[in-house]
């Protein structure tokens, strides 16, 4: 199963940057979507970002303009840039990975990461 680990979290103000990296490894011979996900305290895990199949961007409502997701070019990292960020921003976020390709690469499960911290206060 692909191993995910996050890395880049921490404490800002309002209005500050912070970037986030997604490291993936054991990739096996699917190909995979990437995705980045939050969840804050008391709530569900959510949607932020990711690269789709055909490489298109998808981004949440809440963070297009602010957030901006790039993988590099061999594709086994994934940041997520985070400017402008907000109060309600604030949550552990994860990486996710969902195989796709031949017909058995549905029955590969979906991997996340252990998360990264974001804290940010006004």
């Known amino acids: 199963q692909v191993h995910l680990v996050e890395s880049g979290g921490g404490s800002v103000q309002a209005g500050g940057s912070l970037r986030l990296s997604c490291v993936a490894s054991n990739f096996g011979a699917c190909e995979y979507e990437m995705y980045w996900y939050r969840q804050a305290p008391g709530k569900g895990r959510e949607f932020v970002a990711g690269?789709?199949?055909?490489?298109?961007?998808s981004y949440d409502a809440s963070v297009k303009g602010r957030f901006t997701i790039s993988p590099d070019n061999n594709k086994s990292t994934l940041s997520l840039q985070m400017n402008y960020l907000k109060p309600e921003d604030s949550a552990m976020y994860y990486c996710?990975?969902?195989?796709?390709?031949?017909?058995?690469?549905?029955?590969?499960?979906?991997?996340w990461g252990q998360g990264t911290l974001v804290t940010v206060s006004s």
């Open positions: 690269i789709l199949s055909d490489g298109t961007l």
């Open positions: 996710k990975t969902e195989a796709f390709g031949e017909s058995w690469c549905d029955e590969v499960p979906d991997a």
